[in-house]
């Protein structure tokens, strides 16, 4: 045998035994995607139907709305003026109130204004200064009044006299004299026209 018949018998045998085992194995792969080398893609088949997704209809929220309710302001109420009533009282009865009479009119006769002072000169509580009658004597019935004053220096400070006396001529008496003249016997006793003189009602 030449050398040459040996090789060809070599090289179908090592096709032969290529063609035996199938193609050699891939190296794995190092980065994503990671496939089988041994997995074949699945061929797609046009005449399957695949299903669709169906769509869902979710119902819509039924009922009112509620609005949270804002607080009413409060109202300014203002109060109503009430008339006042007018209400008429009717005063008590009074018993009206007595006139305050007229005072004595001048004497006409006695007693007279010497007699008066005579009359009372030199009794107690009268000034032993010169006097004069200031006004009077005033008369009715048989009582009489009269107003005397100091004379002189002193005159500006001393008060009026007054004096009271009863009766005429020889039956004059002295009632009172002095600054207060309005005592018991004058109040109950004089006529109305003295007493208002004397005490001033």
Same mark, same amino acid.
């Given at each position: ?62 009922? *009112?709305? *509620? ?21 008429? *009282?009717?005063?008590?009865? *009074? ?42 004597? @005033? ?5 009489? @009044? ?54 001033? @009602?």
């Amino acid at each position: 045998m030449s050398p040459r018949t040996t090789v060809v018998p070599l090289a179908i045998a090592a096709a032969a035994l290529l063609s035996a085992c199938g193609e050699p194995p891939r190296p794995l792969p190092t980065s994503p995607p990671y496939e089988s080398p041994s997995a074949a893609p699945i061929p797609l088949n046009p005449s399957i139907a695949l299903p669709l997704p169906t769509a869902t209809t979710q119902p819509l929220p039924t009922g *009112t709305l *509620t609005y949270p309710t804002v607080p009413a302001y409060p109202t300014q109420v203002y109060p109503t003026p009430t008339p006042t009533p007018t209400v008429t *009282t009717t005063a008590p009865e *009074t018993t009206p109130a007595t006139p305050t009479p007229s005072h004595a009119a001048r004497c006409t006769a006695q007693p007279t204004r010497p007699q008066i002072l005579a009359l009372i000169t030199g009794k107690r509580g009268i000034p032993d200064k010169p006097l004069r009658v200031y006004e009077g004597p @005033f008369c009715s019935g048989a009582w009489s @009044f009269t107003t005397v004053e100091v004379t002189g220096a002193d005159a500006d400070d001393l008060e009026p006299l007054m004096v009271v006396a009863t009766g005429a001529g020889t039956t004059l008496a002295l009632v009172a004299a002095g600054s207060d003249v309005c005592i018991e016997r004058v109040q109950t006793a004089a006529p109305p026209g003295i007493r208002v003189l004397a005490c001033g @009602f």
